[in-house]
């Protein structure tokens, strides 16, 4: 299987822009087990991508089979597709999508106050 027969290997990461293209463009059936790459190829990311989403918990769902093994089915990585699409920014917003990339962290300024007093 060829990353040609998905989505010509495109590497944008854009995956809630292309959450729809990519679940219809995934042949097969729904209890298929799909290998890291061959997850990769019908996403259009790289092997890494899903290594790190499997670490942080926001890639797909997967199986673990053994200790050096992992699976994805394809029926749950469709519908967590699906789950990602959106009609307008708005409504990705609200729902969470933009996740920790829209909040910023609250400074800390205690740490760069000088909170040494000068005794004259």
Do not use: C
């Amino acid at each position: 299987m060829t990353s040609d027969t998905y989505l010509n290997n495109d590497k944008r990461h854009n995956l809630d822009r292309r959450a729809t293209d990519i679940a219809a463009a995934g042949p097969g059936d729904d209890d298929e087990l799909l290998t890291t790459g061959q997850m990769a190829a019908w996403f259009g990311v790289s092997t890494q991508w899903l290594e790190i989403g499997r670490s942080k918990r926001w890639g797909p769902p997967f199986i673990r089979l053994g200790p050096r093994r992992v699976r994805y089915p394809r029926g749950p990585a469709r519908q967590w597709l699906v789950e990602r699409t959106y009609r307008s920014t708005l409504e990705y917003a609200t729902a969470g999508g933009a996740g920790k990339a829209g909040r910023r962290r609250p400074r800390n300024t205690d740490q760069r106050r000088n909170t040494t007093t000068r005794e004259s």
